[in-house]
């Protein structure tokens, strides 16, 4: 799988409350409706103009704070094709997974480009082609390869019951 | 090769031998869930089993309602009522309605945690059960929906870092502060992926309260969890709560005198000082001394952190000092973690004391840790909080939050700006 997209650029640790606010939790339900307040309180330049397709790429410890699930969900369904980051807060690393949305760790890849460049990932050579230059990716480790095969969590767990 | 403690947890829960770095299935103690994010839960599990699903142990799931108890709003009531039709539908017992307070703090009066357990829950902070020595997560819908399936789930096996803490503490400083300057020394993203081990005659003297207070923080560092071997009138206290298995269970967790640590970190206390985390940032770690002055709109002591019996006697000796007043210029709002702590809090007299020097004193919840509650933050407000974050917008769209000690918040409450509690109490 290749995928082409602009680029939203954040630094390091950034939370789930400014992902997704925490007022929201309670009043919003609706998946695209959670898809049109993402990123509300760090960047409402990206809540006003993202779109399907683009990528963000961040620095250390993205996602870190709440638990809510909601802060992968809402850039999952904004089209957000991957995200790359120099590391992942654990909490939010296993939403991600769970909700499908391709998370990449890499530290190269944030010197290099600007907000709103054009950037291609081949997922299956593990391979970033930035500003002219190709930049590798790790696989996911083995275990998590394995649940993502399976469609994610549930289905894994569903399969290992019999039940899919 | 020896084991640390999170192995031993591990090892017991996955029914073999773990390796750091590896990832595993383990078995789940508790697998829980708050009103906040529970119904997400109960749906996505209906969604899954097309309504026709049982959990796999309705003895080993529990839910609280903390976060916003009672509801605010029609919105989240309906949200606890679908939670509450879920449990009844499902045969769960183990419901804490709006009437007990904060789900892990609840779970653990309860004699419901025992040391080496594996528990689950929709709360970020419930990994304070390390404070016992259970490994408590938080995680998102999806892995709490999965492990109501069939009662696991899946963990990486953690490096873990030893902190080992020593001395007294001086008048005036207390954990809170310690862990201040920790999260300020670490950063936020300093624990990514580790368990920790505190260790230490600090931490030997340590009450439950302060355990729960160093553990809950491990998460503003994206620690995976913070343990202490419960020992000495923790141990006695869980035993009490829990009966004797808990003696068993500490036992089966301490960790081998050989066990391999990635580092190890030493920290003195007895030349401690008051510290604050300033806005908008946990990490952003400064001596109460260098902000004082700083006027304030609100104070608020409370939360998973520093909500126990303790934490508001220490807040309430410095209001004794301070002259039993509070400055009419502050709102001040004390929250108790649990309806015990609030009993306790009742029978010394100290309720009638807090409303009687202008302090709004509220039922046990998780209250001011989002806007959603009563008492959010204004734009251009300053608050104050014992809470463990303060994100921007986390309280009040525009606010600002410092993050102190309960001694340093009352201080602050009563003279109506930032205050060293050491220049009231010392």
Same mark, same amino acid.
């Given at each position: 799988m290749k995928i082409k997209g602009r680029v939203w650029k954040y630094g390091d640790d950034v939370n789930t409350d400014v992902i997704f606010? *925490?007022?929201?939790t309670y009043t919003i339900k609706d998946r695209a409706e959670m898809a049109r307040v993402a990123l509300e309180d760090l960047d409402s330049d990206f809540t006003k103009n993202a779109s399907p397709g683009d990528i963000i790429v961040a620095g250390k410890n993205? *996602?870190? *704070?709440?638990?809510?699930e909601q802060a992968a969900i809402c850039l999952k369904e904004r089209g957000i094709g991957a995200i790359i980051a120099r590391g992942f807060a654990r909490i939010h690393y296993r939403n991600c997974l769970n909700e499908g949305l391709p998370i990449i760790i890499s530290s190269e890849l944030q010197d290099l480009i600007q907000k709103g460049d054009e950037i291609e990932i081949d997922f299956d050579l593990g391979e970033i082609t930035a500003a002219g230059k190709k930049i590798k990716f790790p696989p996911y480790p083995e275990f998590v390869q394995g649940l993502v095969n399976d469609g994610g969590l549930i289905p894994h767990v569903k399969k290992s019951l019999g039940l899919a | 090769m020896g084991k640390t403690m999170i192995m031993k947890i591990m090892e017991r829960a996955a029914h073999k031998e773990v390796h750091t770095g590896e990832r595993v299935w383990c078995d789940i103690d508790w697998s829980t869930a708050r009103d906040f994010g529970g119904a997400n839960c109960t749906l996505q599990f209906d969604e899954i089993t097309e309504n026709k699903g049982k959990v796999w142990n309705p003895e080993r799931i529990a839910f609280t309602f903390d976060l916003q108890a009672p509801s605010h709003s029609e919105k989240v009531s309906n949200n606890q009522k679908i939670i509450r039709e879920f449990a009844r539908r499902q045969g769960i017992k183990h419901v804490f309605d709006i009437?007990? $307070?904060?789900g892990q703090h609840v779970l653990l009066e309860h004699g419901h945690v025992l040391p080496g357990d594996v528990i689950l829950g929709t709360? %970020?902070?419930?990994?304070?059960?390390g404070a016992v020595g259970a490994f408590a997560t938080g995680v998102g819908n999806t892995d709490i929906a999965a492990s109501w399936l069939n009662g696991t789930n899946w963990f990486r096996v953690p490096d873990t870092m030893k902190i080992e803490v020593t001395g007294e503490f001086p008048c005036g400083v207390s954990m809170r502060d310690f862990l201040t300057l920790l999260v300020g020394d670490l $950063?936020? &993203? &300093?624990? /990514?992926?580790l368990a920790v081990e505190f260790t230490g005659d600090a931490i030997d003297r340590a009450t439950l309260a302060e355990r729960i207070t160093l553990c809950s923080m491990v998460t503003e560092m994206s620690g995976k969890i913070g343990l202490i071997l419960p020992s000495g009138a923790v141990l006695d206290w869980l035993a009490e709560r829990a009966g004797p298995e808990a003696r068993v269970r500490a036992g089966a967790i301490k =960790?081998? =005198? !050989?066990a391999v640590y990635i580092e190890t970190r030493k920290y003195d206390v007895s030349r401690l000082e008051p510290m604050a985390s300033c =806005? /908008?940032? =946990? !990490?952003?770690v400064k001596p109460v001394r260098e902000i004082a002055g700083t006027r304030v709109d609100q104070v608020h002591i409370g939360s998973?952190?520093? &909500?126990r019996f303790e934490d508001i006697a220490a807040a309430y000796e410095v209001l004794e000092r301070g002259g039993f007043k509070v400055s009419p210029d502050v709102r001040t709002i004390i929250t108790p973690a649990t309806t015990e702590v609030m009993k306790k809090c009742a029978e010394r007299g100290m309720i009638e004391k807090f409303l009687d020097a202008g302090i709004v004193f509220t039922n046990p919840?998780? %209250?001011?840790?989002?806007?959603?509650?009563? $008492?959010a933050l204004p734009s251009g407000d300053v608050g104050c909080s014992t809470t463990n974050r303060n994100f921007i &917008? +986390?309280? $009040? +769209?525009g606010s600002h939050t410092y993050l102190l000690s309960p001694m340093t918040a009352m201080a602050t409450a009563v003279r109506g700006v930032i205050t060293d509690p050491r220049d009231i109490v010392c």
């Amino acid at each position: 799988m290749k995928i082409k997209g602009r680029v939203w650029k954040y630094g390091d640790d950034v939370n789930t409350d400014v992902i997704f606010a *925490g007022k929201y939790t309670y009043t919003i339900k609706d998946r695209a409706e959670m898809a049109r307040v993402a990123l509300e309180d760090l960047d409402s330049d990206f809540t006003k103009n993202a779109s399907p397709g683009d990528i963000i790429v961040a620095g250390k410890n993205w *996602g870190c *704070g709440s638990s809510r699930e909601q802060a992968a969900i809402c850039l999952k369904e904004r089209g957000i094709g991957a995200i790359i980051a120099r590391g992942f807060a654990r909490i939010h690393y296993r939403n991600c997974l769970n909700e499908g949305l391709p998370i990449i760790i890499s530290s190269e890849l944030q010197d290099l480009i600007q907000k709103g460049d054009e950037i291609e990932i081949d997922f299956d050579l593990g391979e970033i082609t930035a500003a002219g230059k190709k930049i590798k990716f790790p696989p996911y480790p083995e275990f998590v390869q394995g649940l993502v095969n399976d469609g994610g969590l549930i289905p894994h767990v569903k399969k290992s019951l019999g039940l899919a | 090769m020896g084991k640390t403690m999170i192995m031993k947890i591990m090892e017991r829960a996955a029914h073999k031998e773990v390796h750091t770095g590896e990832r595993v299935w383990c078995d789940i103690d508790w697998s829980t869930a708050r009103d906040f994010g529970g119904a997400n839960c109960t749906l996505q599990f209906d969604e899954i089993t097309e309504n026709k699903g049982k959990v796999w142990n309705p003895e080993r799931i529990a839910f609280t309602f903390d976060l916003q108890a009672p509801s605010h709003s029609e919105k989240v009531s309906n949200n606890q009522k679908i939670i509450r039709e879920f449990a009844r539908r499902q045969g769960i017992k183990h419901v804490f309605d709006i009437n007990r $307070g904060i789900g892990q703090h609840v779970l653990l009066e309860h004699g419901h945690v025992l040391p080496g357990d594996v528990i689950l829950g929709t709360d %970020s902070h419930m990994n304070l059960l390390g404070a016992v020595g259970a490994f408590a997560t938080g995680v998102g819908n999806t892995d709490i929906a999965a492990s109501w399936l069939n009662g696991t789930n899946w963990f990486r096996v953690p490096d873990t870092m030893k902190i080992e803490v020593t001395g007294e503490f001086p008048c005036g400083v207390s954990m809170r502060d310690f862990l201040t300057l920790l999260v300020g020394d670490l $950063g936020a &993203g &300093g624990l /990514d992926f580790l368990a920790v081990e505190f260790t230490g005659d600090a931490i030997d003297r340590a009450t439950l309260a302060e355990r729960i207070t160093l553990c809950s923080m491990v998460t503003e560092m994206s620690g995976k969890i913070g343990l202490i071997l419960p020992s000495g009138a923790v141990l006695d206290w869980l035993a009490e709560r829990a009966g004797p298995e808990a003696r068993v269970r500490a036992g089966a967790i301490k =960790p081998d =005198p !050989d066990a391999v640590y990635i580092e190890t970190r030493k920290y003195d206390v007895s030349r401690l000082e008051p510290m604050a985390s300033c =806005p /908008d940032a =946990p !990490d952003n770690v400064k001596p109460v001394r260098e902000i004082a002055g700083t006027r304030v709109d609100q104070v608020h002591i409370g939360s998973c952190t520093n &909500g126990r019996f303790e934490d508001i006697a220490a807040a309430y000796e410095v209001l004794e000092r301070g002259g039993f007043k509070v400055s009419p210029d502050v709102r001040t709002i004390i929250t108790p973690a649990t309806t015990e702590v609030m009993k306790k809090c009742a029978e010394r007299g100290m309720i009638e004391k807090f409303l009687d020097a202008g302090i709004v004193f509220t039922n046990p919840t998780c %209250s001011l840790c989002t806007a959603e509650h009563y $008492g959010a933050l204004p734009s251009g407000d300053v608050g104050c909080s014992t809470t463990n974050r303060n994100f921007i &917008g +986390k309280v $009040g +769209k525009g606010s600002h939050t410092y993050l102190l000690s309960p001694m340093t918040a009352m201080a602050t409450a009563v003279r109506g700006v930032i205050t060293d509690p050491r220049d009231i109490v010392c």
